[in-house]
C-alpha cells in the first residue's frame, strides 16, 4: 500500500505537473491517505474551479466521479485517532523552530505513522522536510 497526501491524489483527477508519473505509481499498489485528505481533495478541486481551471458543471462532475471512485474503494481512509493526534502534538513539541508545516501536512504524517507506514508520498515540500520527525520517508516521484 502507498500513502499518497492530497497533492498526490489530486493528480489522479488533475493534469498537475507530473500527473503522469504519480497515476503510473498509483498503479502499482493500493492507495491509502488519512480522512481528511478526502476534504482536501475536494477543497482542491473548488480551489480550481475558484481560479478558472474548472468550470462549474467540470467541478461537479470531478466530485462525483471521486465520490463513486472512494466508495469502490480506491483509496482506503485511514481514520484520525486521538493516537495519531498524540503523536502530532508529541512532533510538534519538540521540533526544532526552523521547521514550518501546516497543522493538516502534521494530520498526514501522524496517520501515515500511526498506520505503519514507512513512506509517505507527496509534492509538498515542507511535508516532505517534516516527515523523518514523524519516523517516515517523504518521497516525490515528481
Not at 481533495?41 to 466521479?65: C, N, Y
Not at 493516537?83 to 521540533?95: D, H, I, S
Not at 501536512?105 to 501522524?110: P, Q, R, S, V, Y
Amino acid at each position: 500500500m502507498l500513502y499518497f497526501d492530497t497533492s498526490y491524489l489530486v493528480r489522479l483527477y488533475t493534469k498537475d505537473p507530473g500527473w503522469e508519473i504519480v497515476r503510473e505509481l498509483a498503479k502499482t499498489q493500493s492507495l491509502v491517505c488519512c480522512i481528511h485528505g478526502k476534504a482536501e481533495v475536494v477543497a482542491a478541486f473548488h480551489r480550481k474551479m475558484r481560479e478558472g481551471a474548472l468550470k462549474a458543471k467540470e467541478l461537479r462532475t470531478l466530485v462525483t466521479e471521486f465520490e463513486v471512485d472512494s466508495d469502490n474503494g480506491a483509496c482506503r481512509w485511514l481514520p484520525l485517532t486521538s493516537a495519531a493526534v498524540t503523536r502530532l502534538t508529541a512532533v510538534y513539541a519538540g521540533l526544532p523552530s526552523n521547521i514550518a508545516f501546516r497543522s493538516a501536512d502534521a494530520i498526514h504524517l501522524a496517520c501515515a505513522a500511526e498506520g505503519g507506514f514507512a513512506k509517505i508520498y507527496s509534492n509538498d515540500t515542507r511535508l516532505l522536510i517534516a516527515a523523518p520527525h514523524f519516523g517516515l520517508k517523504g518521497e516525490n516521484v515528481i
